[in-house]
């Protein structure tokens, strides 16, 4: 995976904010996953257009304080598992 992926949500999942952090069910599975705010941060941005992960870095960088290479190194963790877990595809050129 690299921040020049391109990434959306899948149709099959179902998302709420509850406390502060969001919720996820996956339909297809039935399981349900959180997200802590920055996490919640970057489902709202994929869910409003399909970004790459360097535009998500972008965004998160200038919204939250942290280091670029840590947020690097979260997001593409962070969206190597969502991808794993099907809750977010790929977009192709």
């Known amino acids: 995976m690299q921040l020049s992926d391109k990434f959306t949500v899948s149709g099959e999942v179902v998302a709420r904010e509850m ?20 996490g919640m941060r970057v489902w709202e941005l994929l869910s409003e257009s399909p970004q790459t992960l360097a535009q998500l870095c972008d965004v998160i960088e200038a919204e ?29 050129a």
Do not use: C, H
């Open 64 to 92: 939250f304080e942290a280091p670029r290479g840590q947020i690097e190194a979260d997001l593409l963790e962070l969206a190597s598992e969502l991808n794993k877990q099907g809750l977010i595809v790929a977009q192709t």
């Open 19 to 38: 406390g502060g952090e969001m919720v996820l069910l996956d339909l297809a599975s039935g399981q349900y996953f959180g997200l802590d705010p920055v």
